[in-house]
């Protein structure tokens, strides 16, 4: 099955018109409707499970320090992803004034998370919306990225931070190839302090921009800093528990079915409890995840070469990113259902950008993640499980790969026939940053 087949039917535009084609472009402005819509959607897919997973045990405490007014305490307390709360903060407050309770607290804070998913949605909808693709399309664009989060479990895990970083990570693609680094540099890395893993999505973001990437890095890192600053100086003994790089090094003894790894498993018995367990190889937790991050250097540079041999185009670091980030959950021997979303958000904006049909590909992973971690996971043993999913992962690992380098197509034909959006347009289309 062809996942990502490409289906390039763009109708033509003059690039010596394309100014002249910008007042039939819809601002901002007049599409306010469909902005309050896609809110109130995200709102109530959000709120509709009160589940709260990891969040009472991870961030609670720190954030019922927070709202007793201990700032002190929460900065010095919080997990690695303390950041991503500051976005949280103003709905968290909100909640717990009108007497929500702490789950209230966690779903308030959760919205605010989602919040970013749906500027990714609002975003993907206009550059669709000024590249003529039909309504239908644009729903499923829409849908795809509404449900992604609901369907992997991001906040009923007590992860919504996940949505967010991953979101960011898109929008910082999105923004860099409309040639907004400035943009791009701060959604870059308000996705790094919310969740580590999203230094994967430099090279993409640099690779993308076709131009003022020093002052994407920039901005990134000044953004980056001044978000992990307030938990690092309430550190000063030590800052392990906040920096973001601290916690690249090692991955969790916990060793999950559902990762490339598992045929490594070595199977260790409680002796308190007489359960069995799994664990895997001291190398693969002591490397995992150093090898996801420089997993990202190797394959950045092919990309490069590739983009400067004209067999793919910028917009494909979105591609790339999705290539990446699904690597990361495969790759982590703590792989969990909602790992896989940030890899969808990339790819449900790649396919948008260069496929005139629904994103399958996206469709299609969110829908075989859910059956392997949902479905099966309470029907099947470990080895049967792990093997149900690399049955499909490891395969849609290599279409990622074909779709990060070979792009949508022919390089050079596409060069003749796709349509150019000036610099105009870039800055009045809906899709702009």
Same mark, same amino acid.
């Given at each position: ?20 084609? @910008? ?6 402005? +007049? ?12 709102? #109530? ?12 045990? +991870?961030?609670?405490?720190? *954030? ?9 305490? /929460? ?15 103003? #709905?968290? /407050? ?23 998913? @749906?500027? #990714? ?39 919504? +931070? ?65 978000? +992990? ?9 030590? @800052? ?95 792989? @969990? ?6 890899? *969808? ?89």
């Amino acid at each position: 099955m062809r996942l990502w087949a490409s289906t390039s039917r763009v109708s033509h535009v003059n690039p010596r018109h394309a100014d002249a084609d @910008t007042s039939s472009v819809p601002r901002h402005a +007049e599409r306010w409707p469909l902005a309050l819509l896609l809110l109130a959607a995200t709102a #109530l897919l959000t709120l509709a499970d009160t589940a709260t997973g990891d969040y009472g045990i +991870e961030l609670r405490p720190t *954030v019922d320090q927070l709202l007793s007014g201990h700032v002190q305490s /929460f900065f010095a307390a919080s997990p690695i992803y303390g950041p991503s709360v500051l976005p949280r903060v103003p #709905l968290m /407050f909100a909640a717990d004034a009108l007497g929500a309770g702490w789950v209230g607290v966690y779903l308030a804070g959760a919205v605010a998370c989602m919040v970013a998913v @749906t500027a #990714l949605a609002y975003l993907l909808d206009g550059r669709l919306s000024a590249l003529g693709r039909s309504r239908g399309v644009r729903v499923a664009v829409i849908l795809t990225c509404l449900l992604a989060p609901v369907l992997t479990r991001a906040a009923p895990m007590g992860h919504p +931070e996940e949505a967010l970083a991953g979101a960011l990570c898109a929008i910082a693609v999105l923004a860099a190839l409309s040639g907004h680094s400035g943009w791009a540099g701060v959604a870059l890395g308000a996705a790094v302090a919310a969740k580590p893993w999203a230094v994967v999505a430099i090279l993409p973001a640099l690779l993308a921009a076709e131009g003022g990437r020093v002052r994407l890095l920039l901005t990134a890192a000044a953004t980056t800093a001044g978000a +992990e600053l307030p938990f690092l100086l309430a550190q000063p003994s030590g @800052t392990a528990g906040s920096s973001s790089v601290a916690r690249l090094s090692t991955a969790p003894h916990y060793f999950h079915p559902t990762q490339l790894f598992w045929p490594l498993r070595e199977a260790i018995v409680d002796p308190v409890t007489g359960a069995t367990g799994y664990r895997g190889p001291a190398l693969v937790q002591q490397y995992s995840h150093p090898a996801i991050v420089l997993l990202a250097l190797p394959l950045s540079a092919v990309f490069a070469l590739r983009l400067r041999a004209g067999h793919v185009e910028r917009r494909d670091a979105l591609a790339l990113l999705a290539l990446l980030l699904f690597a990361r959950g495969l790759l982590d021997p703590w792989n @969990t259902i909602y790992y896989v979303l940030p890899a *969808v958000l990339a790819l449900v904006s790649w396919e948008a950008l260069t496929r005139d049909g629904l994103p399958i590909g996206a469709m299609a992973i969110t829908g075989l993640t859910y059956v392997s971690f949902v479905t099966l996971a309470g029907r099947l043993g470990a080895d049967a499980l792990a093997a149900a999913y690399l049955a499909w992962a490891i395969p849609a690992l290599v279409l990622l790969g074909r779709a990060a380098f070979a792009g949508a197509g022919d390089g050079a034909r596409r060069r003749v026939s796709q349509p150019r959006i000036s610099a105009t347009a870039s800055s009045t289309s809906p899709g702009a940053i």
